[in-house]
């Protein structure tokens, strides 16, 4: 029996997120039907932080999930509002997915909420899921997939491989 829910845990500004969307893309060009979300940072030279928008897969749309808090700003700059318009998305695109993958297990996520129920809902349809988990969330994480999550590593081949092999498809 496989364990059905890997992360990836990459260090480094939006790593994670390079590491999900080349998965994404690779799976996408084998013809797996893919749910949830990738997601980009675009860097501002006028910002300290960066936009962030996460596209739903497969083929969007795509959301700004994050908040213009001005230069100096030091805070959360997540649009739950936004965010939650993306797991309604994402989520209205679960049936027939063979795969979920989720940009981010992130401050929504660690409270109960976000893309929580989606994950669960995946995980009991035994599809598998893969996440982007940060070191500050690894705890609540952790805690959510019971101790039975798998860290996937960051080579996009390899996570594809452990993706295949779930779905019982030969990898190439």
């Known amino acids: 029996m496989f364990t059905q829910i890997g992360f990836v ?30 997601q980009s940072n675009t860097e501002r030279p006028d910002r300290a932080h960066c936009d962030m928008d996460v596209r739903v897969l497969p083929d969007g749309p795509s959301f700004r999930i994050s908040q213009d808090l001005g230069s100096q700003s030091r805070g959360c700059r997540l649009d739950p509002g936004a965010l939650e318009q993306a797991v309604v998305a994402a989520t209205a695109r679960l049936d ?4 979920l993958i989720v940009n981010k297990f992130g401050k929504l996520e660690t409270e109960g909420r ?8 995946a995980l009991a349809r035994d599809i598998p ?14 805690t959510f997939a019971d101790n039975m999550a798998e860290a996937l590593g960051s080579d996009p081949q390899q996570i594809v491989g452990w993706i295949l092999a779930r779905l019982g498809k030969a990898a190439a």
């Open 114 to 121: 976000g893309f929580c129920g989606l994950i669960a809902e």
């Open 96 to 99: 027939g997915a063979e795969v």
């Open 129 to 142: 899921v893969v996440v982007g988990v940060n070191g500050l969330n690894r705890p609540a994480f952790e």
């Open 9 to 38: 845990s990459e260090t480094g500004r939006g790593a994670s997120d390079v590491v999900l969307a080349d998965v994404a893309a690779l799976l996408g060009a084998r013809g797996v039907r893919l749910a949830g979300t990738v």
